[in-house]
């Protein structure tokens, strides 16, 4: 408890730690809201690829204007990024080569070149210092005020034309030909959506790292996918859990030494994603195996209580008895009836009269017609 | 070339062999992004093995990592059956998640050991001969190379023997259903078969020249072939190349060598995919091109045969007149004419032109078809 105090304390007046922290949660927030649209639209793995195909354009940046400035090292990666989507699309679409050994070949390429270069500007002087090699793994403890600012507006922008776009990327990822026919630019758009989530990657390879990164875009949206239907509040929910991680990871890493953040945060939106797959209202796994569980008992009751109806047709009066034996037969389950009958005994729709012997109670009789008319309606 | 130059590149060469043969496998069935998910979580298995036995060179690593490659599949497949992820984001979630519990282990637990993240990525090609392997006091190579020699062997006696099955479930997954091939069985096969490889590999290499070598071959070979034993041979090839070239590359740059090899599979895709015979993007254009002339010119000539004896045709066939009448532009119809000419299905004179013998043919046969 008192960890955790000193822990909450450090996030709110501690400079590096409210820094990393508020570093993880932007990059958590850009990518959670634009990785909802990857996600939707299929392209989980083309983030991977994007995030890998970036390093070289980090390097690149470096070597030709030699500054280390955020900025700039974001500009390269956002164009090299998107270079590599671009021969993504073009390998795909020119030759026989499929979306999935495109997107591989590329990433392995691209991030093999990256990595030539970057042990190529060892030997420049003052290049060891540029600390270049933190966009591999990422390093949130070396984030400076620089870097959370740029990060800050980078995303923001992006953030900003997502908003403005909202429509029409929707139409992009729900109806691209009715879009189109409505005399929308959908290719314009497609480049516009791309450079987005391109800059949400690039945003978080500094804390989060190349090879990691992929998983920002793809966890936040999937565990909000789990949560709702509607888009704008997926996209929503999708930034709060992605900025949630970023701060859980940040805080769980500042609780014991080498504990590197970029895995930890990868690996607290992991949990997010595990929870909101077993307990999200009506698509989650407890949900849906509740419902089975209650369908399935609802069906036994119905069938025991429609199998003495039936029997009770054949006599007199409706609350004639029947041996237990006669209802095991007629049922098709694999066990007895007996426990069915209790629970209908409870709801008052049957009696239990003697020994072995149960009947149906008035308002057994009428619940039993009533569902026989509805199952001779629908049948 | 040195003894230690030479060997490197006999690992590199072994490794680009043996990554390449299951690589095929990948690349046509379109599972091309596993080499990437398994090449990382199979370092977790390399990681759960080492705190067990303490031992990097012990037989179990290669084993528990391949158990984990396999495992992530099982992952992938148990979150894709529910239905509520599809599965190209099953595999975006399934193995940054292992590879980061990974990732937290070695910086928390194995620092110090020779199992760091950086060498797990990148390899460690250059220092890769100076483990040595001997047997009764013999030394027969580098550790490395008799690894990959035993990989690179096991996984083509699993091609030859599997040949028939692998290769009907790869094209004609319904139909080896059907014949009791059990396709889900030979899947995991490959994937397990991937799994040893990328182990095996990657103390050489690097997970993410892995993958290069794995799909960038493959992929070349897929555009100048479509014999299934042409592109495991030709894969081979490029790989070996590839793996060559990358070396000399970075010993001529001071470079990293896995770095440089995964830019050559590049560089080589590039060439292949600009220049290739019949599937490059240069063929490609020409092709399309020639069908533009082509049509054009059948365009020209059925005008003609249209006309062709009715009063109209003194002033139809007249050169300068072509542009209004086919609606191109006067520059484009003055170089159908030409190409028309010259490809002799008309005959230019007095500013008219009339058909050949031939273009009418070409004219009939393209009315008819």
């Known amino acids: 408890m008192e960890g955790v105090m000193i822990i909450l304390s450090d996030l709110l007046f501690d400079y590096t730690m409210r820094t990393v922290a508020l570093g993880s949660a932007i990059l958590g927030l850009v990518s959670g809201a634009l990785g909802t649209y990857a996600v939707l639209r299929k392209q989980s793995l083309l983030g991977d690829a994007m995030a890998h195909a970036a390093l070289p354009g980090v390097v690149l940046a470096f070597i030709i204007f030699r500054s280390r400035a955020p900025f700039v090292l974001m500009m390269g990666a956002i164009i090299s990024g998107w270079l590599g989507t671009l021969l993504i699309i073009n390998i795909i679409k020119l030759t026989r080569v499929k979306e999935d050994s495109a997107l591989g070949l590329i990433l392995s390429v691209f991030f093999g070149f990256g990595l030539m270069l970057l042990t190529y500007i060892q030997r420049i002087p003052d290049a060891r210092q540029a600390g270049l090699d933190r966009f591999l793994f990422g390093q949130a403890a070396a984030l400076l005020q620089s870097d959370i600012l740029t990060m800050a507006y980078v995303g923001g922008a992006a953030l900003i034309i997502m908003v403005v776009f909202w429509k029409e990327f929707k139409l992009l990822s729900f109806d691209r030909e009715f879009g189109a026919s409505l005399g929308f630019s959908m290719q314009g758009l497609d480049i516009l959506l791309t450079t987005l989530i391109v800059i949400a990657i690039v945003i978080g390879l500094q804390t989060v790292g190349v090879v990691l990164m992929s998983a920002m875009v793809v966890a936040p949206a999937t565990a909000a996918r789990q949560w709702t239907n509607r888009m704008h509040i997926m996209v929503i929910l999708s930034a709060i859990f992605g900025a949630l991680a970023g701060i859980i990871g940040t805080v769980i890493s500042g609780l014991g030494p080498r504990i590197p953040t970029g895995p930890t945060i990868v690996l607290s939106i992991s949990i997010i994603v595990l929870i909101s797959l077993l307990l999200a209202p009506n698509r989650g796994l407890t949900w849906r195996w509740i419902k089975n569980i209650r369908n399935k008992n609802k069906i036994e009751l119905e069938t025991v209580l429609l199998d003495l109806y039936t029997l009770a047709t054949k006599h007199d009066k409706p609350t004639h008895g029947h041996s237990i034996n006669v209802l095991d037969t007629m049922h098709t389950g694999t066990h007895g009836t007996l426990n069915t009958l209790k629970e209908l005994q409870k709801q008052d729709l049957v009696e239990h009269q003697e020994k072995d012997i149960w009947s149906l109670t008035q308002g057994g009789w009428q619940k039993a017609q009533d569902l026989a008319k509805e199952r001779g309606k629908t049948s | 070339m040195t003894m230690l130059q030479f060997e490197i590149q006999l690992i590199a060469a072994t490794t680009a062999i043996a990554c390449s043969l299951v690589g095929v496998f990948l690349v046509l069935r379109r599972i091309a992004m596993a080499s990437d998910a398994i090449s990382h979580t199979v370092v977790l298995g390399i990681v759960i093995a080492f705190f067990l036995v303490r031992d990097l060179n012990s037989p179990l690593l290669i084993i528990s990592a391949a158990a984990t490659g396999v495992v992530t599949f099982v992952f992938v497949e148990l979150l894709t059956k529910t239905e509520l992820v599809k599965e190209d984001a099953a595999i975006g979630l399934v193995f940054p998640a ?202 020209l000539v059925i005008h003609l045969l249209n006309h062709e004896g009715k009063p109209d045709y003194a002033y139809e066939s007249r050169v300068d007149h072509m542009h209004e009448e086919m609606s191109w532009k006067p520059e484009f119809a003055r170089q159908v004419v030409n190409r028309a000419v010259n490809s002799k299905w008309i005959d230019r004179k007095n500013g008219r032109v009339d058909l050949t013998e031939k273009g009418r043919q070409i004219a009939h046969q393209t009315m008819e078809s």
Do not use: C
């Not at chain 2, 290069?212 to 992929?219: F, Q, R, S």
């Open chain 2, 98 to 299: 292992l590879f980061s519990i990974a990732v937290i282990l070695i910086s928390r637990y194995a620092t110090g050991v020779h199992l760091d993240i950086d060498s797990v990525l990148l390899g460690e090609l250059a220092f890769a001969p100076f483990s040595r392997f001997s047997l009764f006091g013999v030394d027969i190579g580098p550790n490395a190379l008799v690894v990959m020699s035993i990989i690179t062997v096991i996984n083509l006696v699993f091609i030859i023997l599997l040949y028939k099955e692998l290769k009907l479930s790869t094209f004609d997954a319904g139909l080896a259903a059907t014949l009791g091939f059990m396709p889900g069985i030979l899947h995991y096969a490959l994937i397990s078969l991937v799994s040893i490889t990328a182990v095996g590999a990657f103390e050489a290499v690097g997970s993410i020249l892995v993958v290069a070598l794995m799909i960038g071959p493959p992929a070349t070979a897929y555009l100048l072939t479509d014999r299934l034993p042409t592109m495991l041979g030709l894969s081979a090839i490029l790989g070996v190349v590839s793996a060559v070239s990358g070396y000399w590359v970075a010993h001529l740059l001071d470079s990293s060598i896995a770095g440089s090899m995964a830019t050559m599979v590049g560089v080589l895709f590039l060439v292949t995919f600009l220049f290739a015979p019949n599937r490059g993007v240069i063929a490609l254009i020409r092709r399309r091109k020639r069908q533009k002339w082509d049509f054009a010119k059948k365009m």
